[in-house]
């Protein structure tokens, strides 16, 4: 999680953050039980409950 490019202040196509994290662009598509806890801890970090802002754009 410590890679995720907001804490660089950037932002990057969920595809290529996966791509580079885990060699794999689709390992957070959706349904996935990755895209659940990369996006709960989203929430749980920046105290947000705004999900669907961050589903719909799918940058980081």
Same mark, same amino acid.
């Given at each position: 999680?410590?890679?995720?490019? +907001?804490?660089?202040s950037?932002?990057?196509?969920? @595809? +290529?953050?996966?791509?580079q994290v885990?060699? %794999?662009?689709?390992? #957070?598509?959706? &349904?996935? #039980? @990755?895209?659940?806890?990369? #996006? %709960?801890?989203?929430?749980?970090? #920046?105290?947000t &409950? &705004? ?6 754009s799918?940058?980081?």
């Open positions: 999680m410590t890679k995720l490019p +907001v804490f660089c950037k932002k990057e196509r969920l @595809a +290529v953050y996966a791509a885990t060699g %794999d662009p689709h390992f #957070f598509d959706s &349904n996935t #039980f @990755a895209e659940l806890l990369l #996006f %709960d801890f989203i929430t749980y970090h #920046f105290h &409950n &705004n999900e669907e802002s961050i589903l719909e799918y940058e980081l």
